[in-house]
């Protein structure tokens, strides 16, 4: 029995861990390091927008395989859609948000 409980329990821990790639999803992967070279997501807004820090979300930094930060990455449906990364300059590209829009376009225009 106590198995059971357990095993349901981590089961719904896992669920609830993957809620951030629901829908449309913009997550930031961060530090505190590389906060200024973040970019603003705001423009996002009707759509799940998170900012990960790797001091408290680490192991979804691991689950995710980030390498650079910051890093964005943009789901669907809980599938990775698009993946923009800092390099060892630590910087976004400029174009970063471009891309995001772009993609996100891609996504709505599939759906008629």
């Given at each position: 029995m106590?198995?059971?409980?357990?095993?349901?329990?981590?089961?719904?821990?896992?669920?609830?861990?993957?809620?951030?790639?629901?829908?449309?999803s913009?997550?930031?992967?961060s530090?505190?390091?590389?906060?200024?070279?973040?970019?603003?997501?705001?423009?996002?807004?009707?759509?799940?927008?998170?900012t990960?820090?790797i001091?408290?979300?680490?192991?979804?930094?691991d689950s995710?395989?980030?390498?650079?930060?910051?890093?964005?990455?943009?789901y669907h449906?809980?599938?990775?859609?698009?993946r923009?990364?800092s390099?060892?300059s630590?910087?976004?590209p400029?174009n970063?948000?471009?891309?995001?829009?772009?993609?996100?376009?891609?996504i709505?225009?599939?759906?008629f």
């Amino acid at each position: 029995m106590r198995i059971w409980v357990i095993l349901l329990l981590f089961s719904f821990y896992n669920l609830n861990a993957q809620d951030f790639k629901e829908g449309i999803s913009i997550v930031q992967f961060s530090a505190p390091f590389t906060q200024e070279a973040e970019v603003s997501l705001k423009s996002f807004k009707r759509y799940n927008i998170y900012t990960f820090c790797i001091t408290e979300k680490g192991k979804i930094f691991d689950s995710e395989k980030i390498k650079y930060l910051p890093t964005v990455l943009v789901y669907h449906n809980n599938e990775e859609v698009l993946r923009i990364e800092s390099g060892i300059s630590l910087k976004l590209p400029e174009n970063t948000l471009d891309q995001i829009d772009k993609k996100i376009e891609q996504i709505i225009e599939s759906k008629f």
